[in-house]
């Protein structure tokens, strides 16, 4: 059935490193897919999409390419910040508004 | 101006007892849910309905009755509470397309503690 895998966490870097956390998928057909970030305390929202292959969403600096030759959905920052400690989830759509989730990577960026 | 807000936050209740949390949306959506986030921080998707009609029920024991008065609420109550049910529970909205994949907003969460 369809899923999604992402990189176990928690994932500790250093204020200006570069991110990345890893998520691949698998679904019939070729689906949009979603990365959602909740920050402590707080409730998801969306951080950025791609609804077809070869798309590339961003937001905030982040961005992730929808890749359907390896069924990826990478998320990447250049250079994050003490602010950007959170939990990131990859999201893929089944129909009727049903998402998946992976199962969350906790980012902490230490000063 | 919150965009989907839910009461209560925090909810501390013995084994056994019956309580209810609710959701509200101001955006204007046809179809709101509720997640379960458990300690991992694992989510699950729990119910949907669209119109206030059910369109998702996933395998939830049925202590869980969740309740659609209007399209811009939707309130869970929870009979008889386990242990097992201590949980974030997340509402969240969408606006439903044909072209499916839309996005969903989320409440703040109702950090529910059973003792």
């Known amino acids: 059935g369809d899923s999604v895998t992402q990189m176990e966490g928690p994932v500790t870097l250093s204020e200006e490193a570069f991110l990345t956390i890893n998520c691949t998928y698998t679904a019939t057909g070729y689906p949009s897919l979603f990365w959602y970030v909740q920050y402590p305390g707080e409730g998801l929202q969306l951080l950025l999409k791609a609804t077809k292959a070869d798309d590339k969403g961003s937001n905030k600096g982040f961005e992730a390419t929808y890749r359907k030759e390896t069924t990826s959905f990478h998320l990447e920052k250049g250079s994050v910040q003490v602010s950007d400690s959170a939990v990131y989830f990859c999201?893929?759509?089944?129909?009727?508004?049903?998402?998946?989730f992976g199962q969350g990577t906790e980012l902490s960026v230490k000063p | 101006d919150t965009a989907v807000s839910q009461t209560p936050k925090y909810l501390v209740t013995q084994m056994g007892n019956d309580k209810s949390i609710k959701c509200e949306q101001n955006l204007g959506h046809d179809t709101m849910y509720w997640y379960k986030q458990d300690s991992k921080k694992f989510l699950k998707i729990m119910f949907s309905y669209n119109n206030k009609e059910l369109i998702i029920n996933e395998t939830v024991p049925n202590r869980f009755s969740p309740k659609s008065p209007d399209k811009a609420h939707l309130n869970l109550h929870i009979n008889s509470l386990e242990l097992g049910d201590s949980a974030v529970y997340f509402c969240?909205?969408?606006?439903?397309?044909?072209?499916?994949?839309?996005?969903?907003?989320f409440g703040p969460g109702t950090r529910l503690l059973v003792l």
């Open positions: 969240a909205s969408s606006q439903r397309s044909n072209r499916g994949g839309e996005t969903q907003y």
């Open positions: 999201a893929l759509p089944l129909g009727g508004g049903k998402l998946i």
